[in-house]
């Protein structure tokens, strides 16, 4: 056996395929097999990011938050909670079930769970010893 490094797209796109062979065996796919990008910014009145949410529906209709940032001088001024907001009401007009989501103590966890997500995993002493690293879920009904 020889391990090295992928060298194509191809490559990794076999790995890929082949895992959602055999999953497709063990469950139906819940929505299409082609992963749905939600990707959204938030500019202020002169044109400035000052936020966005980049994430996408998978598989089995879960909307899966990957980054989300907010500038520090617009925190806590509702834009988090609208940009969130938007984002989970096209994952549910697209069949999304499910959103998920992780962060880190220094991060967000707080805002998380004030727009009614559940703690379902924790990380501790990660990335750091004193911090962790938590994983949240919320039912898009």
């Given at each position: 056996m020889k391990i090295e490094i992928c060298k194509s797209r191809e490559e990794a796109h076999q790995i890929v395929d082949n895992l959602n062979s055999?999953?497709?065996?063990?469950?139906?796919?819940?929505?299409?097999?082609?992963?749905?990008?939600?990707?959204?910014?938030?500019?202020?009145?002169?044109?400035?990011?000052?936020g966005g949410i980049l994430g996408g529906?998978?598989?089995?209709?879960?909307?899966y938050i990957k980054i989300f940032w907010i500038d520090e001088s617009e925190r806590g001024k509702g834009v988090g909670g609208k940009l969130l907001q938007e984002a989970e009401n096209?994952?549910?007009e697209k069949g999304a079930k499910l959103a998920v989501v992780d962060t880190f103590s220094f991060q967000a966890d707080g805002f998380y769970q004030q727009h009614g997500y559940e703690e379902y995993g924790r990380i501790t002493d990660y990335p750091h010893k004193g911090d962790y690293n938590v994983f949240f879920k919320k039912e898009l009904k």
């Open positions: 055999y999953n497709k065996e063990k469950v139906d796919w819940i929505l299409s097999n082609l992963y749905t990008s939600i990707e959204l910014i938030a500019r202020n009145d002169e044109g400035k990011i000052i529906i998978g598989y089995y209709a879960g909307f096209i994952a549910r």
